[in-house]
């Protein structure tokens, strides 16, 4: 466990910009061509390492071994959530985004419900996941001020850690220390394949500015390339669950990133939200627990 906090720290630092960078890059770009850009942008990096760290040959026999994995991590995990949030962020901003995408580990531990039967919870961590859901509900509001398209933004955000979830379980069984590069490598690929034509009909008539395309270039190289790599290390050294906490470290990062950089407003509501996802994010994945005493009263 000596390497998972810095591993944790480091990807919530990178991770956390990204909704900064979508943010930029949204205003210019449409959802499917900025991610399909970002993803081509990331298999670009990947690839030239994968084969340079394995030779043309086995580079090649070890893509064909997580081909199919890698196709679908590549959808559920890439394709279908990043698209997700990049829509999401044309009614919320980056900052609320990151709250909401922070339900991951809540959305991790309803699947292991019925998929995973070594990380199921139930007591005080049923409560974490049910309080988690409750801090869904009050980031999107009764009654929010952008209207309900804010409603639709944060849940496709919301819908998109549930994407997440689904992909890290299922890259788990797939996911070994010796074959991280390749799976992230398949996926990003994967990813850019499956969104690029619709990126290319999407795409605008006139080259973007700088600030979308250096946005998408440090979304594809740092948020994808090295961020794919350093969560994949995390699920096959510490499982899943363990990785998914490092949602705890998005919504902070990202709110200060989208306060100093875009003077996005810090809100009751967002702070509400944020204390309710990320307490019952705490509770239900057991990072948090009650002392014993305690715990056998409430049962």
Not at 10 to 18: D, P, Q, R, V
Not at 114 to 126: K, Q, Y
């Amino acid at each position: 466990m000596r390497g998972y906090v810095p591993l944790l720290s480091l990807l919530g630092t990178i991770w956390g910009a990204s909704f900064l960078f979508i943010e930029v890059a949204d205003r210019a770009l449409e959802p499917t061509t900025l991610m399909g850009a970002r993803l081509l942008v990331a298999a670009a990096v990947l690839v030239p390492v994968f084969v340079v760290s394995r030779g043309g040959r086995s580079a090649l026999a070890e893509l064909g071994r997580v081909a199919r994995p890698g196709m679908v991590a590549g959808v559920v995990a890439a394709a279908l959530p990043f698209t997700l949030i990049a829509w999401g962020q044309k009614h919320i901003d980056s900052g609320t985004a990151a709250i909401a995408n922070g339900s991951m580990p809540i959305v991790v531990v309803l699947l292991a419900l019925r998929f995973r039967e070594s990380e199921r919870v139930a007591g005080l961590r049923l409560f974490g996941v049910l309080l988690g859901l409750v801090g869904v509900g009050v980031l999107a509001g009764a009654n929010p001020p952008g209207g309900w398209w804010t409603v639709a933004g944060t849940l496709a955000v919301v819908a998109a850690a549930f994407s997440y979830a689904a992909g890290a379980l299922y890259a788990q069984n797939y996911v070994d220390t010796g074959r991280v590069l390749a799976f992230s490598t398949a996926q990003c690929i994967a990813g850019a394949l499956v969104l690029l034509p619709f990126g290319l009909i999407q795409a605008p008539a006139d080259l973007p500015g700088w600030k979308p395309i250096a946005s998408v270039l440090a979304l594809g190289v740092a948020g994808t390339a090295v961020g794919t790599l350093l969560y994949y290390r995390l699920v096959s050294s510490y499982g899943s669950a363990r990785a998914s906490l490092v949602v705890y470290l998005l919504p902070p990062f990202a709110l200060i990133y989208g306060g100093v950089f875009l003077d996005e407003p810090f809100t009751a509501q967002k702070l509400v939200g944020m204390a309710l996802i990320l307490g019952g994010v705490a509770v239900g994945s057991g990072v948090v627990t009650w002392p014993r005493r305690l715990a056998a009263v409430a049962e």
